[in-house]
């Protein structure tokens, strides 16, 4: 059996609307889904990355503004995040945010970007989720009674004024486009979130695949071990059905 089929066939019913699959490459899947060949290829720069100075280690998410795809920021392990206006011709580095491991940004409604930072051994510990009004001019920290590492992203695709975090704590949620915030403790440090239509999401821990529910606490609806550093690193969305990667 193939690579891609002990991919399909490890998918693990729930009972719901949701339904959860395991798989080792989302590639793989799409790939298959579209009935598209999957190939492997090498990894690249474009002759105009050699000039722009982008630099800051691996590159851990990509975030493009909804109605200007020329606008894209990137978060990066060691470089804090990187910004081009002209569909990457050319890169900034978003030096306002005072981040040096950007685990994850997302755009929400209009121009206003949400970042997650990781704890380095820097004097000043900038870890947490971070909001910028204005494109990644200026940035503020949010507030709601903690301060630690933040993971995944998600923003509600019915409403971009919703979004959802997961953190080392718990899972913040913000309803006003990031001014705002409320935690709600989740067991097992959860690291990945996916936000889906009408109110509804599902976070990944070390414990469990987790689901919100109508009165906002979070139930566990796959129990398992999902360490993030054994290769279980994201929860994603697609055609109806929740992957882990």
Known sequence: MSNTSLALHRRLAIRGPIAIAVCGLVALLAGFAFGQSVKEEPPYLL?????????????HAIAVKPGRDSDIVISTEWGGLWKTSDGGAHWRDLTNLRALWAKDVAYAEGDTLIATVQGTNKVVDDS????????GDSWRPTEFGWHGPANGISVAPD????????????VA???????????????????????????RAVVLSQTGVYRITPDGTWDNVRPGNFVYGDGFKQVDAWAGMIFIL
Do not use: M, Q
């Not at 002759?47 to 590159?59: A, E, K, N, V, Y």
């Not at 971009?160 to 997961?166: L, N």
């Open 47 to 59: 002759p105009s990355f050699d000039r722009s100075g982008l630099c800051g280690g691996r590159t």
């Open 128 to 135: 947490g989720i971070w909001v910028s009004p204005d494109g």
């Open 159 to 170: 409403n971009r004024r919703k979004i959802y975090v997961a953190t080392d704590f718990g």
């Open 173 to 199: 949620t913000s309803t006003d486009n990031g001014n705002n915030w409320t935690n709600t403790h989740v067991d097992g440090w959860p690291h990945s979130i996916v936000a889906l239509d009408h109110n």
